[in-house]
C-alpha cells in the first residue's frame, strides 16, 4: 500500500526541526529517523501524518564524541556505525553487542539509536541494553534542551517520557569499569531478528564480589523494563557462587502479573516466562564468566 499524502520537510538544524514540529501542531507531525518502523506503519495505514519532519540533514544528530568516561551517541546515528565502533566494545561492551545484534546489516544500515529508543518498541534490543547501562538521554523540545533518566524514559509500548514536539538527541553512555562487564542475549524472532526475549546485565564488581547489578528485559512486557528482584539478589554476592545466576533468574518474573507478559503468535505468556528465566540465567553466567575469565 502507499502511504497518504503528507507534507515533507527536512531540517538542517535542531532549532529548525523543533520549529517545524511546533508550526504544525495543529496537525498530526511526527519526525522521520531510518524510517524501518515509521514507514511500514504509514503504508499500513496505521499512522498517516499530515506532516513528516525528516532529520538525516540535521549534522548535530549524527555520529559519536567521548569525554571524560561518556560516550555520546548521535540520535542519528545508525547501529552498523555503533557496532563497528572498536572503541565503543572496550568502553561499554553492552551497547557495541545490543547494537550488532539488530536484524540484519539492512537494518544496522538504516536503523537509528534514537529511532529504536523514541520507538519503545517491546521487541527492541537497544531500550533494555540502555536501562542496563544506564544511559541518559537528552531531549531538545520548544522549552530547550533537557535530560532525561533512563529508568523514567519508556512509559509504556509506544510511548516515551519525549512530549509532542520534542527531539532525542543523543545519548551519554558511561563508560563500565575495569571489573565491570556488560551482557546482552536474546533469543531472536527466526524472520526479523527482532527479539523474542532478550535480557541486558550489567555487573559492577570489585574483582571478586558482584557490588551492583542492573539487569533489564525486553520482548517479555509491553516495554523494556529492569529486573528488581534479581538486581537485588545478585548484589554483594560473591562471584565464585555460579549457583547465583540460577537463584536470581528464578526470580525474573516476581512482582510481574501474568496479564502483563506479552503473548503473541511467536510465543504464549508462559513460554516467554520460561525464556526470559532461561535467558537471564545465562546472561548472568556468561557475565561472571567474562568477569572471571
Ligand atoms: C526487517 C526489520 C527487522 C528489524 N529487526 C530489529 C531487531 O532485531 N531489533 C531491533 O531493535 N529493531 C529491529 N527493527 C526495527 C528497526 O531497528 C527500526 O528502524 C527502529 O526500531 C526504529 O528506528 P528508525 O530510525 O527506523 O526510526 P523511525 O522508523 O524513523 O521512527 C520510529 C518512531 O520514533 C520516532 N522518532 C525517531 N527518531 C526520533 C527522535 N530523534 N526523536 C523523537 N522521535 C523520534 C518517529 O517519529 C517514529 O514514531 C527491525 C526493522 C525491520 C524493518
Not at 522549552?143 to 533512563?150: H, K, S, V, Y
Not at 536470581?248 to 520460561?274: K, W
Request: hydrophobic fraction near 40%; avoid cysteine.
Amino acid at each position: 500500500m502507499y502511504p497518504e499524502e503528507f507534507e515533507y520537510y527536512d531540517p538542517e538544524t535542531i532549532e529548525d526541526a523543533i520549529e517545524t514540529l511546533e508550526t504544525h501542531s495543529d496537525r498530526e507531525v511526527t519526525p522521520i529517523a531510518g524510517g524501518h518502523s515509521l514507514l511500514p506503519t504509514m503504508k499500513s495505514g496505521l499512522a498517516s501524518p499530515d506532516v513528516v519532519v525528516d532529520l538525516a540533514f540535521i549534522d548535530d544528530l549524527h555520529g559519536i564524541s567521548r569525554d571524560d568516561g561518556v560516550t555520546t551517541i548521535g540520535s542519528m546515528t545508525e547501529y552498523a556505525r555503533v557496532a563497528d565502533d572498536e572503541q565503543l566494545w572496550g568502553e561499554n561492551r553492552l551497547v557495541a553487542e545490543s547494537t550488532a545484534a539488530i536484524g540484519d546489516i539492512q537494518v544496522r544500515n538504516v536503523g537509528t539509536v534514537g529511532g529504536n529508543l523514541a520507538h519503545s518498541d517491546p521487541a527492541a534490543d537497544l531500550p533494555a541494553a540502555a536501562l542496563a547501562a544506564d544511559v541518559t538521554v537528552h531531549a531538545h523540545g520548544p522549552d530547550g534542551p533537557r535530560t532525561i533518566p533512563i529508568d523514567d524514559f519508556f512509559v509504556a509500548m509506544f510511548t516515551t517520557a519525549l512530549e509532542d514536539g520534542e527531539l532525542l538527541t543523543s545519548v551519554d553512555v558511561p563508560h563500565l569499569g575495569d571489573d565491570d562487564i556488560g551482557v546482552y542475549l536474546k533469543k531472536a524472532s527466526p524472520s526479523s531478528g527482532y527479539a523474542i526475549v532478550g535480557v541486558a546485565a550489567v555487573l559492577e564488581t570489585d574483582g571478586e564480589t558482584i557490588t551492583n547489578a542492573r539487569v533489564a528485559a525486553n520482548g517479555a512486557f509491553g516495554h523494556a523494563m529492569r529486573l528488581s528482584p534479581v538486581e537485588e539478589h545478585l548484589a554483594d554476592t560473591p562471584l565464585s557462587r555460579r549457583e547465583v545466576a540460577a537463584e536470581a533468574a528464578a526470580l525474573a518474573t516476581d512482582g510481574v502479573d501474568a496479564y502483563q507478559l506479552m503473548e503473541d503468535e511467536q510465543a504464549s505468556a508462559d513460554f516467554r516466562a520460561h525464556l526470559l528465566e532461561v535467558y537471564v540465567e545465562r546472561a548472568i553466567e556468561d557475565a561472571i564468566d567474562r568477569v572471571t575469565d
